[in-house]
């Protein structure tokens, strides 16, 4: 947003001059708006998912309405720039992690927004259906694809936690294997090392307990 926010003023500047000082005006506060958001993520160092989501809601509404609203400056419903909007929703699906609900609230605020901030008398009905059934369209694909993707999350997560537990599996066995293993070999190993320090002229002999023992 940063980047992206700025760069298209570089489009008013050539398609509308005559509106180019109020849209550059306008990106320039919601830059503003950018950095404290920015600023407010980077130095809180834990926050609750509902802050998170809160935070990203204001974050991609005030972009959304803030293209809404140019609009209305350049031809309402039907100018082409409502276009920004589809791709800041799409965008927005495929950048956050978040409930379905998420992407449907937002999308419908967006949507909205460019009813209300859009409009502009005289309007031509063919393009004003035509760019609503693209938006609405948009926000239904998202949110269908938001519940896909997070299902697919969840499995994504459920396999890991089954290798994790696996693998804690298989270490609890092979320590209780070791375990196991380790009293018998004690027992072997220790009559030998006795043998070994008895021996004589190059024969090594086991008592007869010792060797029931290794047996």
Same mark, same amino acid.
């Given at each position: 947003? /940063? @980047? =992206?926010?700025?760069?298209?003023? $570089? *489009? ?7 509106? #180019?000082?109020? !849209? ?13 958001? /920015? @600023? =407010?993520?980077?130095?809180?160092? $834990? *926050? ?7 935070? #990203?809601?204001? !974050? ?156």
């Amino acid at each position: 947003a /940063l @980047i =992206f926010v700025p760069l298209f003023g $570089t *489009l008013d500047l050539i398609l509308f001059p005559e509106r #180019a000082r109020l !849209f550059i005006g306008l990106r320039l506060l919601n830059l503003i708006e950018n950095v404290i958001i /920015l @600023i =407010f993520f980077l130095k809180s160092r $834990t *926050l609750q998912p509902l802050t998170i989501n809160i935070v #990203a809601t204001v !974050f991609f509404c005030s972009i959304g309405l803030l293209i809404a609203y140019m609009c209305r400056f350049i031809g309402g419903y039907d100018s082409t720039y409502y276009a920004g909007i589809n791709l800041l929703i799409l965008a927005m699906s495929l950048i956050m992690p978040w409930e379905t609900r998420y992407t449907a609230i937002n999308g419908s605020i967006m949507y909205v927004g460019y009813l209300a901030l859009s409009y502009a008398p005289g309007f031509n009905w063919k393009f004003a259906l035509n760019n609503n059934y693209f938006l609405v369209s948009t926000v239904v694909v998202t949110t269908i694809a938001t519940h896909f993707m997070n299902k697919l999350r969840q499995r994504e997560f459920a396999a890991r936690q089954s290798l994790k537990d696996l693998d804690r599996s298989k270490s609890s066995f092979l320590a209780t294997i070791s375990h196991e293993l380790k009293t018998p070999m004690t027992l072997i190993v220790n009559p030998i090392e006795e043998a070994l320090t008895r021996q004589t002229g190059g024969r090594i002999e086991l008592d007869r307990q010792d060797a029931e023992i290794v047996r």
